[in-house]
């Protein structure tokens, strides 16, 4: 199976602190964000990893190379922003579908095993990995019934609740999807939601711990959270 990372965010958030460093590569417990993102992977049957990339992707690129441990690195480059839609758009040419998607700024844990067997028993496109939050209103919760997600909730909520985790497996029939759209879109906005709508998805929770380094409060507590090595 093959894994795409998104990692081509600008960290507009984070640019003061780190001017000179695409957001997946800020340091986090002595080490590149994004090292903690694959660390997982191939323990879990990966051993090909596409890194979606654009802004300052020269720095992931020298850093990482070819290989990261087991795991083979393949690149796919912006030339400009395009878009998670657009991003994985353009980055099919290097992927076998099913394939999981995850974001280089965030860390959750993935069973990406458990993930594909539910999107092929219910013989669908997407699987999505839910995890719990202590409040849903940055992100949105997501709705849930019969087994199913078949919504994902406004961000006017408040409170516990389970989250989309940003963790996709996509089958062939998303790819397809994607690969008749244009250059430049959002995937949550114009595949995600309109997918969920239209059939629901198929889903897995995640225990977490799920880390999101987009703000600075959240990127400061990352490092005491995450530690170790590749596996």
Known sequence: M??????????????ARFADL???????????FLEHVLDPLHGLGISRVVLSVGHLAEVVERHFGT????????????????????????????????FLVLNGDTYVP??????????????????LTVVGVDDVARFGGVVIRDDRVTGLGEKSA???GLINAGAYVLGGAVADRLAAMGQTFSFEREVLEPWIAERG???VRSPGPFIDIGIPEDYDRAGTVLIGGPT
Request: charged share 15%.
């Open 2 to 15: 093959d894994a795409l990372v998104l990692a081509g965010g600008m960290g507009t958030r984070l640019r």
């Open 22 to 32: 695409p957001k997946p590569m800020a340091p986090v417990a002595g080490r590149p």
């Open 67 to 98: 290989a990261y441990g087991p795991l083979e690195l393949v690149y796919s480059r912006e030339s400009t922003p395009l878009g998670t839609g657009g991003a994985i758009r353009h980055a099919l040419p290097f992927l076998t579908a099913p």
């Open 110 to 127: 993935v069973d990406a095993l458990a993930l594909t067997r539910a999107v092929v028993r219910a013989d669908d496109g997407l699987g």
């Open 158 to 160: 408040t409170g516990p």
């Open 201 to 203: 998805a198929a889903y």
